[in-house]
C-alpha cells in the first residue's frame, strides 16, 4: 500500500480510497496525515458486501460523521452492491455526497427486473438528483469537485 501510495503522489494520481470498514478510514486519514497520500481525500463507503459494512442507514450516518470529523475537507461518495445500491444512491444523495452506480455493483433494476443497461442504472440515480435539487455534475465540474487539473 505505501508503494502505491507513493507513485500516486510521484504521479499525481488522485485515489479514490474504497472504504470497506471503519479502520480503512482512519488509516486513510492517517496515511494524508503523514503524507503519504495527498489531502484532500475521496472516500467511497462501500455498502452491502458480505463480511463488510452492511447496508444500514445508522451505519452510513456514523461513517459520514466520522469521515466529517476526521477529514472535513474530504470528498465521499456511496456505493452499494446488489439490492442496497438503489437505497444507497438515495442516502448519499440526500445527504449531500455523492452516489456510484452500474452493473459492476447491481444487475437489477428492481427483485424482478435485469438492468439493461448501465445506462439505465445512472437515469435511475440521476432521478434521484432531480428529486434531491441535485444536479448531475459535468465532467468539468467533477474534476473541480475532485481538485483535478485538466
Keep these: 500500500v505505501d508503494w502505491l501510495a507513493g507513485e500516486m503522489l510521484k504521479y499525481d494520481i488522485k485515489p479514490e480510497i474504497e472504504a470497506f470498514d471503519l479502520s480503512h478510514i482512519f488509516q486513510a486519514v492517517a496515511m494524508a496525515q503523514d ?21 444500514d442507514k445508522d451505519v452510513f450516518d456514523f461513517y459520514i460523521q466520522t469521515l466529517k ?10 456505493a452499494g452492491v ?7 444512491n438515495e442516502w448519499s444523495i440526500a445527504a449531500g455526497g455523492h452516489t456510484r452506480t ?6 437489477r433494476l428492481d427483485r424482478h427486473t435485469l438492468a439493461p ?34
Design 82 to 88: 446488489g439490492a442496497g445500491q438503489i437505497r444507497i
Design 117 to 150: 443497461s448501465n445506462a439505465a442504472l445512472v437515469a435511475r440515480a440521476a432521478d434521484l438528483c432531480a428529486k434531491y435539487d441535485r444536479p448531475v455534475a459535468t465532467p468539468q465540474q467533477a474534476r473541480a469537485i475532485l481538485r483535478l487539473e485538466g
Design 69 to 78: 470529523r476526521l477529514a472535513p475537507d474530504a470528498q465521499w461518495c456511496g
Design 35 to 55: 503524507g503519504r497520500l495527498k489531502a484532500p481525500l475521496y472516500v467511497q463507503f462501500v455498502m452491502g458486501v458480505k463480511n463488510a459494512m452492511p447496508v
Design 102 to 107: 452500474g452493473l459492476e455493483d447491481n444487475i
